[in-house]
């Protein structure tokens, strides 16, 4: 999906970055990368996972709902809750499936056929430290030169994270014949798989 993503990870990936045995084991990351269907599929699969919900952030309550944020005028984007055990999986470990499998880093206000503001890349960080982690990574990918564009990821202060609509949630598990779904939205899957064969895991997160 993306150029030069083995060799990126590698650089990405000798970032020591310590964690805290302190911390608590639930943790919650927020992340869009275009239509929220397979970004959710792909953190269902990795190991640690308690719980992904498919939603939107980065606007009202009163406007969440996929007709009206489909116009690309709510501010929000199609996003996703991810809910994790960081004795499992870090959420260094999560940014690094983010950036080169659930999505293409480089792209702006869109991902493969889907296009508008809505389906920009954006993390959305509940503290300092996951907004260090992230703006670490997006300097390391960038100063790679791995990628023929810069990164478009924004990093954006999380507020509120609104669940879609039931229909739009496990949609590949409930729906794997469908064609966007083929086309799209497996191939991340076989990607998981065989960049991150340690994340990994077969049977998808409840």
């Not at 501010?75 to 991810?82: R, T």
């Not at 810069?150 to 994270?161: E, H």
């Amino acid at each position: 999906m993306i150029r030069g993503i083995v060799k990126y990870c590698l650089i990405i990936g000798s970032l020591v970055i310590s964690v805290s045995s302190a911390r608590a084991a639930e943790q919650t990351a927020v992340f869009a990368g275009g239509c929220f269907w397979g970004v959710e599929a792909v953190f269902e699969h990795v190991t640690g996972v308690v719980a992904v919900r498919s939603g939107y952030s980065g606007g009202s309550k009163e406007t969440a709902d996929y007709e009206t944020v489909s116009a690309g005028e709510t501010k929000h984007a199609e996003s996703v809750e991810v809910r994790f055990d960081d004795s499992k999986v870090t959420y260094e470990q999560l940014l690094y499936v983010f950036f080169a499998v659930a999505h293409d880093p480089t792209e702006v206000d869109r991902q493969g056929p889907d296009v508008g503001p809505q389906y920009r890349s954006v993390i959305y960080y509940k503290d300092e430290k996951q907004k260090a982690a992230a703006k670490a990574f997006i300097m390391a990918i960038d100063m790679s030169n791995a990628l023929n564009k810069p990164v478009a990821t924004q990093l954006v202060p999380f507020s509120a994270f609104y669940e879609a609509e039931k229909y739009h949630q496990n949609n590949l598990r409930n729906n794997p014949k469908d064609p966007y779904i083929v086309t799209h939205d497996l191939p991340k899957l076989e990607a998981l798989k065989q960049k991150f064969p340690s994340l990994y895991r077969e049977k998808p997160s409840p």
